[in-house]
């Protein structure tokens, strides 16, 4: 099982930009289709981006499309996500999970909580904090 670690959250204010990363250890990330989730307090986690082994398929929900960007630096056993022109409803503690398909779902907007149509979770990070100030 891959072991995930989440770094790069921080506070920062609207229309600013952070990338997260998500590292791994045990496995070749590679492998997996990785997927971002977030939660806000009081609100299940919600999935956010995703990857799938091959680049060009990349998914974003709906209201981070356009401002948002996952990538992969597979020499590194990383994925990324760089994050454009925050805002406050972006705030929330990010993870991101290795999926048991090399594919990410096709309806991301659909993903919430451990439920994920067409695919499941193989392991997940313990997350990094965004906070974007107004």
């Known amino acids: 099982q891959v072991q995930l670690v989440e770094s790069g959250g921080g506070l920062v204010q609207s229309g600013g930009s952070l990338t997260l990363t998500c590292a791994a250890s045990?496995?070749?990330?590679?492998?997996?289709?990785v997927a971002w989730f977030r939660q806000a307090p009081g609100n299940e986690r919600k999935g956010v981006s995703c990857i799938g082994t091959t680049d060009i398929d990349n998914v974003h929900v709906d209201s981070v499309k356009g401002r948002f960007a996952i990538f992969r630096d597979n020499d590194k056993n990383l994925v990324l996500l760089h994050m454009n022109n925050l805002k406050s409803e972006d705030s929330g503690l990010y993870r991101c999970?290795?999926?048991?398909?090399?594919?990410?779902?096709?309806?991301?907007?659909?993903?919430?909580?451990?439920?994920?149509?067409?695919?499941?979770?193989?392991?997940w990070g313990q997350g990094t904090q965004v906070t974007v100030s107004s």
């Open positions: 999970t290795a999926l048991v398909t090399r594919n990410c779902p096709r309806n991301l907007n659909s993903c919430v909580g451990y439920d994920c149509p067409g695919t499941d979770f193989d392991s």
């Open positions: 045990g496995a070749d990330l590679a492998t997996y289709a």
